[in-house]
């Protein structure tokens, strides 16, 4: 290779060039793949106050519990699914997941009571296991440390843009009632599993496992990719140690960071399940009515300056490098916010101040999923990821039942909103003392 060419490659532009078809060639698509997977995992909350509570007769308790049992087996098999992305390859693997939890989310179309459903939302949970720290392992995988929060953040829009579209769209769907002969919550589960069934079929053809294999990427920016992510993965291994299994189940940062993301997945689970039963709710608090279709666009509202929020906080953190307090102020905002909304005289208020919580939330959490691959590399990446996400989404079960439980034990939201309150209080200071814990050890890098 001449000078000429190995400056190039080096270059500022190979770099740009890369990131830039990174982004727009992989993260729309997988981030496609995210809005779908979020779909079918909170089409419940859509259902229940449209015609399935009733149908079914579910009381509060029930549904939470339904809710929330979908993470008993995504939890069980959330490592070992994982894992064994990082030794088939994350197209196999990832299109693997989506037809699975395509065709037993097409099963909710038919369900007939409380234990059908119950059983229906674990084998969703059993077939979903492992495609969000999947996917986050596999974007990390194709950019260096320093673009890892934009590319992150990119893929996370999808998370609240899923509410922004699909609460609309799930209210379209259960509109209309009698397609098939179905009535309008069972046609909406029907309308929500197929593009999880056809995603997966086109993801086996169009994803690629590694930047030497993309023929969307020139030889110079294959290089450029292949080196720096070799010299970082070799430096951050040098630098930690931690790159297998035994320095994951060890590791206190690890336990930190599970514990801290349980916290904010609490907020995150308990608005996708019972923002929707809120607002039915307020009907009775204000003496509003809203059509199914209405409801549907009023749960959309905080979401979309969420995105906003969400994207506009990860530029910050990727243009000063990312702090604790990028993580930290979202924590205690939403600490705050999420038990005001229910002091609120009217809807739009209470709208209002749960745009905050949601806004919030979001902007923490990209930033929160740069921070593993910081001191862990290879399987203990792919491990560590998904233990993260497994321990923190013990939130995704507990978060539903225990607002309902209470919801059934007080008759209103106030008591489990405080509860979410604390969590989110606890992410925060779990946040403080890890960033004062990695200010002492220097072997590992830390979000100062």
């Not at 890369?18 to 981030?31: D, G, M, N, Q, S």
């Not at 097409?106 to 119950?118: E, G, K, N, R």
């Not at 992410?427 to 590992?444: G, I, K, N, W």
């Amino acid at each position: 290779m001449d000078t000429s060419t190995a400056a190039q490659q080096r270059g500022p532009g190979v770099e740009k060039s890369a990131i830039r078809k990174v982004a727009v060639r992989l993260v729309p698509f997988v981030a496609l793949m995210f809005f779908v997977n979020y779909l079918d995992r909170t089409a419940i909350s859509f259902a229940a106050p449209n015609g399935m509570r009733d149908d079914l007769a579910l009381s509060a308790a029930q549904f939470g519990f339904a809710s929330g049992v979908f993470f008993v087996g995504y939890l069980l098999l959330e490592v070992p699914s994982n894992i064994a992305l990082n030794k088939f390859g994350a197209r196999r693997w990832l299109a693997r997941i989506m037809v699975s939890w395509g065709v037993v989310a097409l099963l909710f179309t038919w369900v007939q009571d409380f234990t059908q459903l119950a059983v229906l939302r674990f084998l969703l949970g059993v077939a979903e296991a492992g495609f969000f720290p999947g996917a986050v392992l596999f974007l990390s995988l194709w950019v260096p440390a320093r673009h890892r929060g934009k590319i992150l953040a990119l893929f996370y829009l999808a998370q609240p843009l899923t509410t922004v579209i699909g609460a609309p769209l799930a209210g379209w769907l259960i509109q209309q009632h009698g397609v098939f002969g179905l009535e309008g919550w069972r046609f909406m589960f029907f309308g929500v599993a197929i593009p999880a069934i056809v995603l997966g079929v086109v993801a086996w053809f169009y994803l690629t496992d590694d930047p030497r294999e993309a023929k969307w990427l020139t030889a110079a920016e294959k290089d450029w990719l292949t080196g720096e992510l070799a010299a970082e993965k070799e430096h951050t291994a040098a630098e930690s140690g931690h790159h297998g299994l035994r320095s994951v189940f060890g590791n206190g940062r690890v336990w930190t960071l599970a514990m801290l993301y349980f916290g904010f997945i609490y907020g995150l689970y308990t608005l996708a399940f019972f923002l929707p039963a809120i607002i039915g709710d307020f009907e009775q608090r204000f003496g509003t009515t809203f059509g199914v279709f209405e409801k549907g666009l009023i749960t959309a509202v905080p979401y979309l300056p969420a995105a906003i929020a969400l994207y506009l906080w990860s530029r910050d953190a990727t243009r000063r490098g990312l702090r604790s307090w990028h993580i930290t102020v979202p924590a205690v905002v939403g600490a705050i916010s999420v038990p005001l909304a229910l002091f609120a005289g009217s809807p739009v208020l209470t709208i209002a101040i749960i745009t905050v919580t949601a806004c919030a939330i979001f902007a923490a959490l990209p930033n929160f999923w740069t921070l593993p691959t910081k001191f862990l590399t290879g399987v203990a990446a792919a491990a560590g990821i998904a233990l993260i996400n497994t321990l923190g989404n013990l939130a995704g079960f507990l978060a539903p039942y225990v607002t309902g439980a209470l919801f059934d034990w007080t008759g209103s939201y106030v008591v489990p909103m405080f509860v979410v309150g604390a969590f989110l209080l606890l992410s925060a200071v779990l946040m403080v003392l890890l960033t004062r814990t990695e200010r002492a050890d220097r072997r590992v890098p830390a979000a100062e």
